[in-house]
T-cell receptor
Framework: KAGVTQTPRYLIKTRGQQVTLSCSPI?????VSWYQQTPGQGLQFLFE???????NKGNFPGRFSGRQFSNSRSEMNVSTLELGDSALYLC?????????????FGPGTRLTVL | AQTVTQSQPEMSVQEAETVTLSCTYD???????LFWYKQPPSRQMILVIR??????QNATENRFSVNFQKAAKSFSLKISDSQLGDTAMYFC???????????FGAGTRLTVKP
């Protein structure tokens, strides 16, 4: 099976812009989670989607949003970008989103905000 | 709040030797899972090993094993016969019942020296 794919792999934006990142889960996986990784804050949970519904959300401002499509692909959107949004954004998929599932991570999207 | 602490920011080990990475966590939950993930320079997060809290037996995956001490809330990773390809950041992670908010430690950078 193909792994989790994320597009684009690298992105450069300027402050105030918005950005959309995409994640395609492993075939058959219905849960997608998003994480932000920065040198200062480490890995932080953003949100999790299952069957097109957001089930869990981390402690991030409303500028961070996401959605999931019927084919389980997910997008996350960051509006009004700030310098501090520069990070590696990782998505992970799992079959059912149960905590017993293993989450499989994609290669990440490196976002740089100038 | 659930927290994960990795007290060793960096470690090094000679090839073929054994190294142990420490992790402690804090939770009031009784049902949870613990993981060790590896992140090599490519940035792809790879699952190394997982442990269900209700299982007393320590998990083992080839050269990787854990020492799970539930009462002490400790979850250390032992890497035997270290290989150059083991050089990576290692993250300890925790996920609790009914919530897919995976919490990560700050990571331990492991360098395997030839």
């Amino acid at each position: 099976k193909a792994g989790v794919t994320q597009t684009p792999r690298y992105l450069i934006k300027t402050r105030g812009q918005q950005v959309t990142l995409s994640c395609s889960p492993i075939s058959g996986h219905r849960s997608v989670s998003w994480y932000q990784q920065t040198p200062g804050q480490g890995l932080q949970f953003l949100f999790e989607y299952f069957s097109e519904t957001q089930r869990n959300k981390g402690n991030f401002p409303g500028r961070f949003s996401g959605r999931q499509f019927s084919n389980s692909r997910s997008e996350m959107n960051v509006s009004t970008l700030e310098l501090g949004d520069s990070a590696l954004y990782l998505c992970a998929s799992s079959p059912s989103g149960s905590i017993a599932d293993t989450q499989y991570f994609g290669p990440g999207t490196r976002l740089t905000v100038l | 709040a659930q927290t994960v602490t990795q007290s060793q920011p960096e470690m090094s080990v000679q090839e073929a030797e054994t190294v142990t990475l420490s992790c402690t966590y804090d939770t009031s939950e009784s049902n949870y899972y613990l993981f060790w993930y590896k992140q090599p320079p490519s940035r792809q997060m790879i699952l190394v090993i997982r442990q269900e809290a209700y299982k007393q037996q320590n998990a083992t995956e080839n050269r990787f094993s854990v020492n799970f001490q539930k009462a002490a809330k400790s979850f250390s990773l032992k890497i035997s016969d270290s290989q150059l390809g083991d050089t990576a950041m290692y993250f300890c992670a925790f996920i609790r019942s009914n919530n897919n908010d995976m919490r990560f430690g700050a990571g331990t950078r492991l360098t395997v020296k030839p």
